[in-house]
């Protein structure tokens, strides 16, 4: 991540002094070739100049886009001027190519045929009650469907995720679709390699997804090409090259597994070894992973083939990865896997919105679990919001971080919080990788998704929203045990260095950039 943070810090300066150079060398050899109007020449220049600032300023103005974005960028182009302008112009982009665009809509049209919701609208709101309303708008282009016939368990450690995920793995008969955002050599990976490789020889076809810069300094550029001589289809995602473009921004950030298309995993968790505590470098590392049994599984398993087609010039057959048939569950409630994206592949601010609609119909609590409280005014103004009307709202962040700026950013927004009556809580064994709510036990999302504003504004993400399954209970026996283990700060915790706290709120303002 140092290398590539280095690389674009040259890549940029060099995209500076390229706009330095123009409009310099452009001024001075008009001045040069028409002295006598070099007053007019510098005139000129100065008023391009202002035009460019302010024709760019009025665009920032009226973008659709995040209004806390639109603040750093206009001070940016402001202060910078030109140069400003520049930098807005190659990094404020988040889209896709049109490429992966037409192939993206593509690959979804083909996907709908093996999709059927277990729930009509009308069903869902009487089966569901408030909760019908926060289901329905996850809905991304009729994708993001309702399963029932699904078993749920929830791992509350990395330690309790990974024995079953082997398990799982050896028991596989067809295929096994793994999509991550970080691999890491290690004990962890290595043993799921070593049953990879044994199932290829046994005739079950392995494909794996792996993000480039979320595997640097973890993997070697090229290793990709050593699984695939093993006979596992593997890419690597958005691949990085060294060129300023806010084309990086568009990370993998999902952790997906699926089985058959009858088992599927998903959560915090990567596959390296700090996520099931072998080394320790932010001391114990808690994170969670949800598996899912049954129809359910479709909902995974369109994600994966989704992303894993998005570079391909011909969508492939998908018929061969769904079952027929699945065996009847009961006992279990409903479950929901969802992606998240940037624009326009996906909805603007899904997750974000789901969020905002658990908070508003919550009656009792709502829980959360995040490593970064990175957020905007709307999911602030929603937490004091839910505990002005007698919610209580809780927050476990980590106390030992892995990114100190993030962790300042975090501890940012500790004073309004507590001061609107949100409990916010620091886990103190260590560093809290799950991303995790949970709301009058009936409600809950166990996923990736991070919050803050790379989270739900750039990456690809994916989570399960869950209603009154037996994972919801899992899940708030997880919150309960690990608030015992956490420290809630105080206003005297979050007011302790008035310098710091200036340091973070300029922070704060361009968070959104990052």
Known sequence: ?????????????????????????????????????????????????????????LHVVNRDMVPESKIPWILCIVVLNVFGVAIYAVFS?????????????????????FLKSSLSEEDAAREMGRWAYPSRALSCKGLNLVYDNTKTEYFPSGESFFSRYLEDLKGAKQYIFMEYFILARGKMWDAILEILQQKVKEGVEVRVVYDDIGCMGKLRAGYYKKLRKMGIECRKFNPFVPVVSNFHNNRDHRKITVIDGKIGYTGGLNLADEYINETH????????????????????????????NIRRKEPEDFSPYFPETYETIEGEGYVQPYGGGPKPLYEKGIAENLYLDILAEAKRYVYIMTPYLIIDYRLRSAMISAA???????????????????????????????????????????FIHAKNFLADDDAAVVGTINLDYRSLMHHYENAVFLYKTKANEQLKADFEETFEQSALQTEEDAKKSVVWRGVCEIAKVFAPLF
Do not use: C
Request: avoid cysteine.
């Open 281 to 308: 470098p932010f001391g114990y590392w808690k994170d969670a992973a949800i598996r899912l049994e049954g129809e359910g599984v479709r909902g995974l398993l369109i994600l994966f083939l989704r992303l894993f």
């Open 1 to 57: 991540m140092f290398f590539v943070a280095l690389t674009i810090l040259l890549m940029f300066l060099v995209d500076v002094l390229v706009v330095f150079s123009f409009f310099y060398f452009a001024e001075q050899a008009l001045i040069y070739f028409f002295p006598g109007l070099s007053s007019v020449v510098r005139f000129l220049f100065a008023f391009l100049q202002w035009f460019f600032v302010v024709a760019t300023v």
């Open 388 to 430: 002005a009307r007698g919610v209580d709202v809780r927050i476990v962040v980590p106390h030992i971080p892995d990114k100190k700026t993030a962790f300042a950013l975090t501890r940012s927004n500790y004073l309004a919080l507590i001061k609107g009556g949100v409990k916010v809580y620091e886990f103190t064994p260590g």
């Open 93 to 113: 982009n988040n889209r896709p190519s049109r490429r992966q665009r037409r192939q993206f809509a593509l690959v979804g049209e083909q996907s709908r045929k």
